[in-house]
């Protein structure tokens, strides 16, 4: 029987995924890939593997989804890698440039202009050669990732947008969450999600392990993963889910 093929993200946020794959050895049983968020849903979408993190917003066009893990990537205020960053105050902006890489944050950024800061912006995409730091007065970009990091102290001007969602809905906001475009059989699902249980709850070893590997370390690398990420997918980001897709699709 072929392998289950799966994508994760490959960002701070999903290191206790990797972890609990990795550390667990369920990793031996699948393909695992990791990709940026965008990349997670073609994948997916096409069918390049069967299980992909994709951003939430692409959920509407994986034909035949099934969300299939208690966990997810999430944040219940501020997530600090999706932020709106501009050199000029909220009021002076006319331009917004959406990073090509996440979906989720692209349309959640229209979700707040619409019903929370009733603005209406101007919105230019990207590509991988855009230069997110060069952007001029009155405009902004929404940015994601580990660069938040790396890039926010070199704007004026930050707003980070879980809090935003926080602020107008309420309610926790989700970013990715673990799909199939099939049915996978139960006790591979039951499995999965127990592999992801051992990073989720072993913080501490996760950023151990990756502390040093990346744009995000040591004990910031501790904290992130503590405080800005919330990984259960509980009941109350399921509400957040459901009307973040609502509201969305009134686009």
Same mark, same amino acid.
């Given at each position: ?52 993190? $994709? ?88 940015? $994601? ?107």
């Amino acid at each position: 029987m072929d392998k289950i093929r799966i994508s994760a993200v490959k960002y701070a946020n999903t290191y206790p995924f990797i972890y609990g794959l990795l550390e667990s050895g369920f990793e031996k049983r699948v393909v695992l890939e990791t990709d940026h968020p965008a990349d997670c849903a073609a994948k997916l979408i096409s069918g390049r593997v069967d299980i992909g993190l $994709i951003p939430v917003a692409a959920l509407p066009l994986v034909k035949d989804h099934h969300i299939i893990s208690d966990y997810c990537i999430g944040a219940n205020g501020n997530v600090r890698t999706v932020m709106l960053l501009s050199n000029s105050p909220f009021e002076e902006i006319r331009n917004i440039y959406l990073d090509y890489r996440s979906l989720s944050s692209v349309n959640l950024t229209k979700v707040l202009a619409k019903n929370s800061w009733k603005r209406k912006f101007n919105w230019m995409n990207t590509s991988k050669a855009f230069d997110f730091l060069n952007i001029s007065l009155n405009e902004a970009v929404v940015l $994601i990732g580990d660069q938040c990091f790396e890039f926010e102290n070199s704007f004026r001007y930050k707003i980070d947008l879980a809090m935003e969602w926080k602020k107008f809905s309420g309610l926790p906001f989700v970013f990715a969450c673990w799909t199939s475009n099939k049915h996978l059989d139960n006790m591979f699902i039951k499995e999965f999600n127990q592999a992801l249980r051992l990073g989720v709850n072993n913080i501490d070893a996760v950023a151990d392990k990756f502390g040093q590997t990346g744009t995000i370390t040591g004990e910031i690398l501790r904290t992130y993963l503590i405080e800005n990420i919330d990984f259960n997918f509980n009941d109350e980001k399921k509400t957040g889910l459901k009307l973040f897709l609502d509201l969305m699709s009134e686009l």
